[in-house]
């Protein structure tokens, strides 16, 4: 078997890539130890902060620019081809900090540099924009232009925009090896056999460093778990993403919201934990104490790439 481009690794990078290159005509194939779109990627809460792309100064504050700059087409696109809703919405977001807490300056301070729109909220602010939010939180600002998109959507959608574009899979199948002759890569080897390739993309999120490592590729990429309770909750509904550093609420218009999430280095291990979920949940009841009559739906954990 050959194809032009081999992609290892089916999250969101891997068919986001896929479903690019086939539009301009290249033979691509994404090998998937799993199925597609199970990993980070689906469990991931799906914020998608805003960017200015020729105002930013980092390479990461570039790709997020970049980033946000492509998402309302793609996700158009992907409607019309697939018939998917991803659930792409402008629905602003918010940092909160209460009283006690570091001051918001130099991250507003960083905003404004970069040219994003933002509103400071004072108190009175904040209690009109989101009713809700506990009165202990006195400091905010406001970013309207911050998106939300529904993860295992968009996995939906970029899986059968790749498969209208004949992108082929071969799933259910890790890659064991990468296949080169000095410093050339040839293909990829499989369990059930190789393929050869003129490029290999790898695209493994959190096991990126193994593959890396057997080409002697310097790499410091390892899993970092993030855990999430959602919520439903017909009463109390959210109009924003509310964010207190890395933690977080996001509501979503049918009434769920997701709590996220922790940060833990604990290798591969992708379980929930009884102290993970409570500090998600007292995280939430005190930002909005009235969450204290929803409903725990589900909860889960992913590996991000660290
Ligand atoms: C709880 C949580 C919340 C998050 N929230 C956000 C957010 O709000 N906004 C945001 O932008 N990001 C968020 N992220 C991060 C985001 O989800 C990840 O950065 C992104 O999904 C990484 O995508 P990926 O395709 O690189 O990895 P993954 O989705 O992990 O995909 C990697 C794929 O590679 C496959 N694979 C691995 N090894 C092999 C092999 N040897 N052979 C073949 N296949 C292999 C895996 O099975 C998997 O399908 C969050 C992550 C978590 C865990």
Same mark, same amino acid.
């Given at each position: 078997?050959?194809?032009?481009?081999?992609?290892?690794?089916?999250?969101?990078?891997?068919?986001?890539?896929?479903?690019?290159?086939?539009?301009?005509?290249?033979?691509?194939?994404?090998?998937?130890?799993?199925?597609?779109?199970?990993?980070?990627?689906?469990?991931?809460?799906?914020?998608?902060?805003?960017?200015?792309?020729?105002?930013?100064?980092?390479?990461?504050?570039?790709?997020?620019?970049?980033?946000?700059?492509?998402?309302?087409?793609?996700?158009?696109? +992907? =409607?019309?081809?697939?018939?998917?809703?991803?659930?792409?919405?402008?629905?602003?977001?918010?940092?909160?900090?209460?009283?006690?807490?570091?001051?918001?300056?130099?991250?507003?301070?960083?905003?404004?540099?970069?040219?994003?729109?933002?509103?400071?909220?004072?108190?009175?602010?904040?209690?009109?924009?989101?009713?809700?939010?506990?009165?202990?939180?006195?400091?905010?600002?406001?970013?309207?232009?911050?998106?939300?998109?529904?993860?295992?959507?968009?996995?939906?959608?970029?899986?059968?925009?790749?498969?209208?574009?004949?992108?082929?899979? +071969?799933?259910?199948?890790?890659?064991?090896?990468?296949?080169?002759?000095?410093?050339?890569?040839?293909?990829?080897?499989?369990?059930?056999?190789?393929?050869?390739?003129?490029?290999?993309?790898?695209?493994?999120?959190?096991?990126?460093?193994?593959?890396?490592?057997?080409?002697?590729?310097?790499?410091?990429?390892?899993?970092?778990?993030?855990?999430?309770?959602?919520?439903?909750?017909?009463?109390?509904?959210?109009?924003?993403?509310?964010?207190?550093?890395?933690?977080?609420?996001?509501?979503?218009?049918?009434?769920?919201? =997701?709590?996220?999430?922790?940060?833990?280095?604990?290798?591969?291990?992708?379980?929930?934990?009884?102290?993970?979920?409570?500090?998600?949940?007292?995280?939430?009841?005190? +930002?909005?104490?009235?969450?204290?009559?929803?409903?725990?739906?589900?909860?889960?954990?992913?590996?991000?790439?660290?």
């Amino acid at each position: 078997m050959s194809s032009d481009v081999v992609i290892i690794g089916g999250g969101v990078i891997g068919l986001t890539l896929a479903y690019k290159l086939a539009e301009e005509g290249v033979s691509t194939t994404i090998v998937e130890r799993g199925e597609p779109g199970r990993e980070a990627s689906w469990a991931g809460a799906g914020m998608l902060p805003p960017g200015n792309f020729e105002k930013a100064k980092t390479p990461a504050a570039l790709l997020r620019g970049l980033s946000d700059s492509l998402w309302s087409d793609l996700s158009n696109e +992907l =409607l019309e081809r697939t018939g998917v809703d991803n659930g792409y919405r402008s629905s602003g977001g918010m940092e909160v900090r209460y009283q006690s807490d570091e001051s918001l300056s130099n991250e507003i301070e960083k905003w404004k540099l970069e040219e994003v729109p933002i509103e400071i909220l004072d108190r009175k602010q904040l209690k009109q924009k989101e009713p809700l939010l506990s009165e202990k939180l006195t400091k905010a600002y406001f970013l309207p232009t911050m998106h939300q998109v529904r993860n295992p959507r968009q996995l939906s959608a970029l899986y059968a925009g790749c498969q209208s574009r004949g992108v082929q899979f +071969l799933l259910g199948q890790p890659v064991t090896n990468i296949k080169r002759e000095g410093e050339k890569v040839l293909g990829v080897e499989t369990l059930n056999g190789s393929i050869n390739c003129g490029h290999v993309c790898i695209a493994t999120g959190s096991w990126s460093g193994q593959l890396l490592n057997s080409l002697e590729i310097n790499n410091s990429i390892k899993p970092v778990r993030g855990q999430i309770v959602l919520l439903r909750s017909q009463q109390h509904s959210l109009k924003h993403i509310i964010q207190r550093g890395s933690q977080y609420l996001v509501p979503r218009p049918d009434g769920r919201i =997701l709590i996220g999430s922790t940060m833990e280095n604990v290798g591969f291990n992708k379980t929930t934990t009884a102290s993970g979920i409570s500090s998600l949940i007292q995280f939430a009841l005190e +930002l909005v104490p009235e969450l204290a009559s929803a409903t725990v739906e589900k909860t889960w954990a992913g590996l991000r790439p660290g």
